[in-house]
C-alpha cells in the first residue's frame, strides 16, 4: 500500500487538529522519508469574541498569531520544515459557509504538488469546520476521479471527536479500511512534544487522550443527512443550524459535480 516516497497532504480545519488526529502518523511517515504538508484552512479566531480560548487576554489579532506561531513550532516537532505549513484565512466556524473559497486553495495545492494521499478530520459531527474539511476531501476525490487522476492516490480520514449522548468522545475508533503504519515510541513522542506547543488551546486540549489515532478510508457520505446522535456543537447551545450546515455542505457537492 505504500509506496517508496509518498507526498502527503493532511487538512486541518485549525491549528491542533493535525497534532491530536495523526501527530504520530505525521511523525511516522517523516521519519520514513515521506513529504508531508498541512494545509490550515482556517485562522483559527472566531468572529465572537466569547468563543475565544477563556484564558486569552490578549487581542484577536494576537491570538490568530500565536495559534499560527504554536502550528509552527508542532510541525517542526513533527519533523516538518516551515514551507510545509500552509494557512487559509476563513474565520473559524465559518468554513461550512466558504467553501468554494476553501475550495479555490485546496484545487491550487492539488495541481501543484499532486499528494498521493489527502486527509482530512472524519464527519464526525464534533466542530462544523471539521466536518466542513470532510466535505472538501470528498470534492477533492470527485475531481481527481473525473480527471482521470486517481490512480494511486488515495482519501482518507482522522478522528478528532464526536458526540455521544449528551458527552462529548475523544479520538472515537473508525472502523474500516486503515492504512498500515508502524509508530513507535519515538513518534508518540514527537506528538506529545507537539502536542504542548498549543498552549493558547491547553484547556481544549486537556480531554484528548495520546492515542491511539484512527486512520480509515474517506467513506461514501451523504452530507444532505444530518448526523443520528446530533452535533457536539448542540450541545454547546452555538448559533448555528443543522439543517442548514448539511444544506450548506450538499449544495456545494452538487455544484461541484455539475462543473464540467
Ligand atoms: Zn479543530
Not at 516537532?77 to 468554494?100: K, S, T
Not at 495541481?111 to 494521499?117: D, I
Amino acid at each position: 500500500m505504500y509506496r517508496k516516497f509518498m507526498r502527503i497532504l493532511v487538512l486541518s480545519a485549525h491549528c491542533d487538529d493535525e497534532t491530536i488526529g495523526v501527530g504520530a502518523h505525521i511523525a511516522a511517515w517523516r521519519r520514513a522519508g515521506h513529504s508531508v504538508k498541512i494545509l490550515f484552512l482556517t485562522d483559527g479566531t472566531p468572529r465572537n469574541r466569547k468563543f475565544i480560548a477563556a484564558n486569552w487576554l490578549g487581542s484577536a489579532r494576537d491570538y490568530r498569531h500565536a495559534r499560527r506561531r504554536e502550528a509552527h513550532k508542532a510541525a517542526e516537532e513533527l519533523g516538518l520544515a516551515a514551507g510545509e505549513i500552509i494557512f487559509g484565512r476563513i474565520r473559524d466556524q465559518e468554513l461550512a459557509a466558504n467553501l468554494a473559497a476553501a475550495w479555490q486553495i485546496l484545487k491550487e495545492l492539488w495541481l501543484e504538488w499532486h499528494p498521493h494521499w489527502v486527509l482530512a478530520p472524519a464527519l464526525q459531527g464534533g466542530h462544523p469546520d471539521h466536518d466542513a474539511c470532510n466535505c472538501l476531501n470528498t470534492a477533492l476525490r470527485g475531481y481527481v476521479e473525473q480527471a482521470g487522476n486517481a490512480a494511486n492516490r488515495r482519501f482518507l480520514e482522522y478522528s478528532l471527536y464526536a458526540r455521544e449522548g449528551n458527552h462529548i468522545c475523544y479520538l472515537p475508533a473508525l472502523a474500516g479500511r486503515k492504512p498500515r503504519l508502524h509508530i513507535l515510541p519515538e513518534d508518540w513522542a514527537r506528538k506529545r512534544k507537539a502536542f504542548r506547543q498549543y498552549r493558547s488551546q491547553a484547556q481544549t486540549l486537556k480531554p484528548f487522550p495520546l492515542a491511539p489515532e484512527s486512520v480509515r478510508t474517506l467513506p461514501q457520505y451523504d452530507y444532505s443527512k444530518t448526523p443520528e446522535q446530533g452535533y457536539a456543537w448542540e450541545l454547546w447551545g452555538w448559533n448555528m443550524r443543522p439543517r442548514k450546515l448539511s444544506r450548506q455542505f450538499h449544495d456545494f457537492l452538487a455544484r461541484q459535480a455539475a462543473r464540467p
